[in-house]
């Protein structure tokens, strides 16, 4: 732990020790769950989802779509079960409670926050892909309890400032965006049929695929927000929490990395954060909170960059010539060379080298 760097972060007045925080998914979907997660480096957690009823999701309900996941998880051990779970629970961070009013309806989701928040939510949560949920559930939710009220957004919302301000005016504390984009389907090619076990074979899909969707989404809701923000969707490393936090974001969600790395990516994510602010010379993460706003503001387009290799850097790979679409690079007797009139500044050889040979248009 680098001492002089200040993780922490306020949430709409709740005090985080970082701004890293376990999304809904199962690795929240019981106290037993949770208290595991609590002994690593997390800010926050949320719980899953919390159904009326007990409910099981169809096998599979959980499988890999390349780098990230497909999902079809509504399992849950229902409201009652929760409620005593919780009364129980012993951990240190700030628990946040998720009831989906796509399962509960707004009217009886704003009773079960009142409740929740009895049983020790700092923040209540609602998710719902209908949005008109989520306006209704805030505004019922803000006469029954005293604790800040969070919504997740679906992805792609339409008239996103508009629904913004319908939030705001019914008095959300804070916006998290997204939950997982869908649906989506994988097929088994031995038989043909879909992979995953519930109705129609569909799921949501998580994980790094839907980093760069996400990331636009909390610029354009932090551009509107006056709430603070948390950005969900693809976060697996402390290069896509500081992404997030330029992005606009306040605090940084995640669970699907967590499944696929275990909870102590919460620890790795930490502990690289700090030695990120250190190498850079900041002290806390608020001094890069809109920096993309910022550069957006001041930055003007470039018509003329063309790669060019820094053979110190290069280990000669190859992965750079197969990868350029233009046939710019070749290997010349002391190294790649690329055909400066050849290449049409795309930018795909800037990504694929590994060693950072080429370098991108200075900005
Ligand atoms: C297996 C699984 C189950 C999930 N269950 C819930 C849920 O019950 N409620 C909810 O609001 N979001 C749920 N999510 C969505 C996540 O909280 C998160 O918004 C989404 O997966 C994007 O973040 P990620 O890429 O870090 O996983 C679930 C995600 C996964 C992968
Ligand atoms: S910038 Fe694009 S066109 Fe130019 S060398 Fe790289 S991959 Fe080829
Ligand atoms: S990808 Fe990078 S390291 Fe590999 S050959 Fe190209 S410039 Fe060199």
């Known amino acids: 732990m680098v001492s002089s760097i200040d993780l922490s972060v306020d949430l709409a007045g709740v005090r985080l020790a970082n701004p890293l925080i376990l999304s809904e998914g199962p690795l929240s979907g019981s106290a037993r769950l949770i208290e595991k997660v609590a002994e690593h480096r997390v800010g926050a957690i949320i719980t899953k989802s919390i159904r009326q009823e007990k409910a099981q999701s169809p096998n599979l309900y959980m499988i890999k779509a390349g780098r990230g996941l497909l999902n079809a998880d509504w399992s849950d051990m229902g409201f009652k079960a929760w409620c005593h779970e919780l009364r129980q629970l012993q951990i240190k961070v700030p628990l946040i409670t998720n009831v989906a009013t796509n399962h509960v309806p707004p009217r009886e989701a704003a009773e079960f926050a009142a409740v929740l928040q009895d049983c020790g939510a700092s923040i209540v949560t609602f998710s719902d892909y209908e949005v008109e949920n989520l306006v209704e559930v805030v505004s019922r939710a803000r006469q029954r309890v005293q604790v800040p009220i969070m919504v997740k957004l679906p992805p792609f919302v339409p008239n996103l400032n508009r629904l913004i301000q319908r939030l705001e005016e019914a008095g959300v504390s804070a916006i998290a965006a997204m939950d997982a984009v869908g649906p989506g389907l994988l097929i088994d090619i031995e038989t043909g ?4 076990g519930g109705p129609g074979g569909s799921g949501y899909l998580s994980g790094p695929p839907i980093l ?6 909390i610029a354009e809701i932090s551009r509107h927000a006056k709430v603070p923000v948390v950005g969900v969707g693809g976060v697996g490393g402390y290069q896509d929490v500081l992404q997030m936090i330029m992005a606009g974001a306040t605090a940084v969600g995640l669970h699907s990395a967590a499944i696929l790395q275990g909870p102590g990516i919460f620890d790795k994510i930490a502990s690289d954060l700090e030695q990120y602010l250190v190498g850079k ?3 806390n993460l608020g001094q890069l909170r809109r920096l993309l706003h910022r550069r957006l503001a001041e930055q003007s ?5 063309r790669a060019s290799i820094r053979q110190e850097l290069c280990n000669g790979c190859g992965l750079c010539l197969r990868s350029c679409f233009k046939g710019a690079i070749n290997e010349g007797a002391h190294g790649m060379v690329v055909a400066t009139e050849e290449c049409a500044g795309c930018g795909v050889c800037v990504t694929t080298c590994p060693r950072g040979a080429i370098a ?4």
């Open 212 to 217: 760069p969707l996400a990331l636009h989404y």
């Open 281 to 283: 010379g900041f002290q």
């Open 301 to 305: 387009e470039i018509y003329d960059w």
């Open 360 to 363: 991108p248009p200075a900005r």
């Open 193 to 196: 049929a879909p992979l995953l």
